[in-house]
């Protein structure tokens, strides 16, 4: 397995405009790949399209030279992702690189029947405002969050509309987890116990902060196996908590595979050791031609070569007819520009909004 440790730096022939769509693999950041990425491409003109923490693994969308200037677009599509969300112990993170917060009594990790689990889920689906996890890159005072949380700030985040579009169980499991052996202050208050109209809130163990040098217990937790497709901005580890949360056990994610983002899935990813095959036997980065990237994200419009030329100017051409960004292909099937529909003058026309052929 390739390691995300720097190597010695071998310039290689710069790669053609295009993107790369790279099947993560666990254990790196997205800033890893973006570093192993400009070694192989020649070139440090490489940006990508949503990241994916360090955790997680599967599609990650790489612009290489001028399709940096698509990745904005590919940013706002909706993704698909499989996990598996873990009931019965909150973490800080609320995924499995946290430590241990809270943990459920075993008792309300029993009482959760699968008509609980499904109304739950469908309490999550749909139109819904989501409060992002405290360790995510947002902006508090121009300082992220994740940093505000590491330097022992409290860090509260709004919540932000987002949409849930699918949230499928795939499989339900009863297990068992080794965690923290702490005070009994540190499990999930019985829903019994709370009065109406108040929510169960998890206590703090001691010994979470370290939990690999600490005396373990194990305790009984619930797997459940999901299958979701989110708007843009969804946190899926916020899902897992809310999930938690909604069924009295608290929850994390112990395991994110994304799927698809936007018009790009896993059928069309490769690894960072194919990636790394074909360049060293090539010579050169094959990426998705600039066209066909295009043709990912947004409808086709064909121009003719008066048009063509126009465009590559800067100037404005007759409307596509619809309300979406277009790509603008030439005759020969190159992308010229993105095209939007708008009114100038009491006249319907299509501005470019990007030129990524200009005129000689």
């Known amino acids: 397995m390739i390691s995300p440790t720097p190597q010695a730096q071998t310039r290689r022939p710069t790669a053609a405009d295009g993107f790369v769509v790279v099947d993560k693999p666990q254990g790196w950041t997205s800033h890893d790949v973006v570093g192993r990425?400009?070694?192989l491409a020649g070139t440090r003109k490489i940006g990508h399209a949503g990241t994916l923490d360090p955790m997680a693994t599967g599609v990650l969308v790489l612009g290489v030279g001028k399709a940096t200037r698509l990745l904005t677009y590919v940013v706002g599509a909706d993704k698909d992702y499989d996990a598996t969300i873990r009931l019965g112990v909150a973490t800080t993170t609320d995924d499995a690189e946290g430590t241990v917060a809270a943990v459920a009594g075993p008792e309300a990790v029993g009482r959760v029947e699968r008509a609980a689990l499904d109304a739950a889920v469908a309490g999550l689906t749909g139109d819904i405002l989501q409060v992002p996890t405290s360790v995510s890159a947002i902006k508090v005072d121009g300082r992220r969050a994740y940093a505000r949380v590491r330097a022992g700030e409290e860090v509260t985040l709004q919540a932000r509309p987002v949409t849930v579009s699918r949230f499928e169980v795939l499989d339900v499991r009863t297990t068992t987890t080794a965690v923290p052996d702490g005070d009994v202050a540190d499990v999930y208050v019985d829903p019994d116990d709370v009065p109406p109209g108040d929510a169960a809130q998890p206590g703090r163990a001691p010994t979470a902060a370290d939990p690999g040098g600490v005396p373990r217990r194990e305790v009984p937790v619930i797997d459940v196996d999901v299958r979701v497709t989110v708007s843009s901005g969804?946190?899926?580890?916020?899902l897992a908590r809310d999930l938690g949360a909604a069924l009295g056990t608290g929850?994390?994610?112990?395991?994110?595979?994304r799927?698809?983002?936007g018009g790009y899935d896993l059928t069309g990813a490769r690894t960072l050791e194919e990636l790394e095959a074909q360049t060293d036997a090539d010579g050169t980065l094959a990426t998705l031609p600039l066209a066909d990237a295009a043709r990912g994200t947004f409808p086709v419009r064909r121009l003719d070569e008066v048009?063509?030329?126009?465009?590559g100017y800067g100037q404005w051409v007759e409307p596509s007819g619809r309300p979406e960004v277009v790509a603008a292909l030439s005759p020969s099937g190159t992308l010229v520009a993105l095209l939007e529909d708008t009114?100038?003058?009491g006249e319907n026309l299509a501005r470019p909004v990007l030129v990524l052929a200009p005129a000689d």
Request: aromatic share 4%.
């Open 234 to 238: 969804t946190y899926v580890r916020a």
């Open 251 to 257: 929850g994390h994610l112990t395991a994110l595979r």
């Open 37 to 39: 990425m400009r070694r």
């Open 307 to 311: 048009e063509v030329r126009a465009l």
């Open 259 to 261: 799927t698809r983002v």
């Open 343 to 345: 009114r100038r003058r």
